[in-house]
């Protein structure tokens, strides 16, 4: 078993978000999948990202108002939110003084036969 700790991981900055990247573990090919924590202030946002990867996220403490594309969405503690390949993305803490700290494991789509994402006729 190896034991990984949000509090002492290495981090940087992404505008007022601190980001710690597993990378930083040295779990190379291992996983099927990349991951980060990552807290945003109190009264703070992410900025807009948008990416090829799907990333699947689960709110550690907090509450996260999420906004994707046109939707926004509020998740508290223990939530979860799934982003969608290329969908643009901002994360904000409406807390005035408790920060955010969000998990999300990252990894890029499947293919179909043709080069398509595979499941992209099923997405409404």
């Not at 290495?10 to 990349?34: C, H, I, K, S």
């Not at 699947?56 to 503690?77: K, W, Y």
């Not at 999300?104 to 293919?111: C, L």
């Amino acid at each position: 078993m190896r034991k990984f700790d949000s509090t002492t991981a290495a981090t940087y900055a992404v505008g007022d978000v601190d980001v710690a990247r597993w990378e930083q573990y040295g779990l190379g090919d291992r996983m099927p999948f990349n991951a980060m924590w990552y807290v945003v202030p109190p009264g703070s946002s992410s900025p807009v990202d948008c990416h090829p990867e799907l990333e699947l996220s689960i709110v550690i403490s907090g509450c996260a108002v999420v906004r994707a594309g046109e939707d926004s969405a509020e998740v508290r503690q223990g939530g979860a939110f799934l982003l969608e390949s290329d969908e643009d993305h901002q994360i904000r803490n409406p807390s005035t003084d408790q920060p955010l700290v969000v998990f999300s494991a990252y990894w890029m789509p499947a293919m179909d036969a043709s080069g398509a994402l595979a499941g992209q006729a099923d997405r409404v």
